[in-house]
């Protein structure tokens, strides 16, 4: 009996999700559990599994194309079986047509104007990630690519084909057309063109437009909707102190000179300081700060410190987490945040490496970053912002000496926790950074 391949679920908040590649094609067999697909979420690169035995009897959808979550992508099933039943419905909605070639220029039979693309109801170019990198890189301008894909979208063969094409000539133009591009539609060369002098460099760049409208990517519409929700939901108020890093300074120092003979990997500082957040926060009087504000007006407190590690990849702030931090060494942090910080960065994260966190970290000091005002990721009730290293100086026994100056930036919901428990937890956490080592020895 055929049986339905489709788009998984992944959370609540994902609406689609980009399928980025087809692992089997129409014809083949596969077994259960066997690698189908990959797709894309707004956060993650996923991978789908076969749900049973069968052959690829058809797949509805193409590489690079946003399919809505549970939408059937494909069937699985005996040859010969009927499966008009699981095709997905294209005839529902007529797409919108694009900007119109100008209906006074006629072009050549031999050089026919494609159809023009489909707009979503949106506003936006139907085109997939793919064939809009590749018009992109081609320089053509892919409103004026036939669509071939789903629901009239743009595919990447689409823009092969407009490529393949080559310039074009308007009908009025055709007779003294040189083979290249010129100003009219679509880079069609047009009769303004006849006679014309080639632009300069300068004057090319006088042409470049004004700006260039760009839709967000799934990352950043996630990005956005959780910034809107926490400040326009939780009262929140930060606190900022500086501690002095002179022992850390010095203990990382120590660390990376012996760390060979001591079987210890690459201790960053920012390592140091999840290890110390970890301590502080598992405290009893700092619990508030390890919690979860649930909409219900109900808080609940963690026994385990889990702590997101913001991101900053190349498609945006991502926040894996790293789990029971309050329980692994410090060797054991430094190795566990690199791997979750390459997965991020890679775009291999799943859904459960970006959520569970109970606080999160948020690292600027290697941009020299003095002080920020980090958002609390909700529904966690704080978030620690890390500063860079700043040289100031202080009275010592009636003599002025510098000292390194690390600034910790703590937000917090102030519908759960006061003005003073926040501030007991900076000075706790400060003590701890400035007497590490004794720390470490308890």
Same mark, same amino acid.
């Given at each position: 009996?055929?049986?339905?391949?489709?788009?998984?679920?992944?959370?609540?908040?994902?609406?689609?999700?980009?399928?980025?590649?087809?692992?089997?094609?129409?014809?083949?067999?596969?077994?259960?559990?066997?690698?189908?697909?990959?797709?894309?979420?707004?956060?993650?690169?996923?991978?789908?599994?076969?749900?049973?035995?069968?052959?690829?009897?058809?797949?509805?959808?193409?590489?690079?194309?946003?399919?809505?979550?549970?939408?059937?992508?494909?069937?699985?099933?005996?040859?010969?079986?009927?499966?008009?039943?699981?095709?997905?419905?294209?005839?529902?909605?007529?797409?919108?047509?694009?900007?119109?070639?100008?209906?006074?220029?006629?072009?050549?039979?031999?050089?026919?104007?494609?159809?023009?693309?489909?707009?979503?109801?949106?506003?936006?170019?139907?085109?997939?990630?793919?064939?809009?990198?590749?018009?992109?890189?081609?320089?053509?301008?892919?409103?004026?690519? %036939?669509?071939?894909?789903?629901?009239?979208?743009?595919?990447?063969?689409?823009?092969?084909?407009?490529?393949?094409?080559?310039?074009?000539?308007?009908?009025?133009?055709?007779?003294?057309?040189?083979?290249?591009?010129?100003?009219?539609?679509?880079?069609?060369?047009?009769?303004?063109?006849?006679?014309?002098?080639?632009?300069?460099? %300068?004057?090319?760049?006088?042409?470049?437009?004004?700006?260039?409208?760009?839709?967000?990517?799934?990352?950043?519409?996630?990005?956005?909707?959780?910034?809107?929700?926490?400040?326009?939901?939780?009262?929140?108020?930060?606190?900022?102190?500086?501690?002095?890093?002179?022992?850390?300074?010095?203990?990382?120092?120590?660390?990376?000179?012996?760390?060979?003979?001591?079987?210890?990997?690459?201790?960053?500082?920012?390592?140091?300081?999840?290890?110390?957040?970890?301590?502080?926060?598992?405290?009893?009087?700092?619990?508030?700060?390890?919690?979860?504000?649930?909409?219900?007006?109900?808080?609940?407190?963690?026994?385990?410190?889990?702590?997101?590690?913001?991101?900053?990849?190349?498609?945006?702030?991502?926040?894996?987490?790293?789990?029971?931090?309050?329980?692994?060494?410090? &060797?054991?942090?430094?190795?566990?945040?690199?791997?979750?910080?390459?997965?991020?960065?890679?775009?291999?994260?799943?859904?459960?490496?970006?959520?569970?966190?109970?606080?999160?970290?948020?690292?600027?000091?290697?941009?020299?970053?003095?002080?920020?005002?980090?958002?609390?990721?909700?529904?966690?009730?704080?978030?620690?912002?890390?500063?860079?290293?700043?040289?100031?100086?202080?009275?010592?026994?009636?003599?002025?000496?510098?000292?390194?100056?690390?600034?910790?930036?703590?937000?917090?919901?102030?519908?759960?926790?006061?003005?003073?428990?926040?501030?007991?937890?900076?000075?706790?956490?400060? &003590?701890?950074?400035?007497?590490?080592?004794?720390?470490?020895?308890?």
């Amino acid at each position: 009996m055929a049986h339905p391949i489709l788009m998984p679920n992944v959370g609540i908040t994902v609406e689609s999700c980009i399928l980025t590649e087809w692992h089997k094609k129409k014809g083949d067999e596969v077994k259960e559990g066997e690698l189908l697909f990959t797709y894309e979420t707004d956060k993650s690169t996923v991978e789908e599994n076969a749900p049973c035995d069968g052959t690829i009897l058809d797949l509805f959808f193409e590489e690079g194309d946003d399919v809505p979550v549970m939408t059937i992508v494909g069937v699985i099933g005996n040859p010969g079986e009927n499966i008009d039943e699981f095709k997905p419905n294209t005839d529902e909605e007529e797409p919108k047509e694009a900007l119109q070639p100008d209906i006074n220029e006629k072009p050549t039979q031999s050089q026919p104007t494609p159809a023009p693309a489909t707009v979503s109801d949106d506003g936006f170019l139907k085109i997939s990630p793919r064939a809009r990198a590749l018009a992109a890189k081609a320089g053509v301008d892919a409103r004026f690519a %036939a669509p071939t894909g789903a629901e009239g979208r743009i595919v990447e063969a689409d823009i092969q084909t407009l490529i393949d094409k080559g310039p074009s000539a308007t009908y009025a133009a055709a007779e003294s057309f040189s083979g290249t591009g010129g100003t009219g539609i679509g880079g069609r060369f047009s009769v303004a063109d006849i006679n014309a002098p080639a632009a300069s460099a %300068a004057q090319t760049a006088q042409e470049m437009p004004a700006y260039t409208d760009e839709k967000m990517s799934g990352v950043r519409r996630a990005i956005t909707k959780s910034m809107k929700l926490s400040l326009s939901t939780i009262p929140q108020l930060t606190h900022t102190l500086t501690f002095d890093a002179t022992e850390i300074l010095a203990l990382r120092k120590r660390i990376k000179l012996n760390a060979e003979s001591l079987g210890l990997g690459s201790i960053t500082l920012n390592d140091i300081i999840l290890f110390a957040v970890s301590r502080v926060l598992a405290k009893p009087e700092h619990r508030a700060l390890n919690a979860h504000c649930l909409e219900n007006d109900t808080v609940r407190y963690f026994n385990s410190v889990n702590l997101g590690v913001a991101v900053d990849t190349d498609r945006g702030l991502l926040v894996p987490t790293l789990f029971n931090a309050d329980k692994k060494s410090l &060797n054991e942090i430094s190795a566990k945040s690199k791997e979750i910080i390459s997965i991020s960065k890679s775009g291999s994260a799943t859904p459960d490496m970006l959520s569970g966190g109970t606080f999160t970290v948020s690292n600027l000091g290697s941009f020299g970053i003095e002080s920020f005002t980090p958002v609390i990721n909700p529904p966690q009730t704080g978030i620690l912002g890390v500063d860079g290293i700043t040289t100031r100086v202080r009275e010592v026994d009636g003599e002025l000496k510098a000292y390194p100056a690390m600034g910790l930036s703590l937000t917090y919901n102030h519908s759960v926790v006061d003005g003073a428990p926040a501030s007991r937890f900076l000075v706790d956490l400060k &003590n701890t950074l400035e007497n590490f080592t004794v720390m470490l020895c308890k």
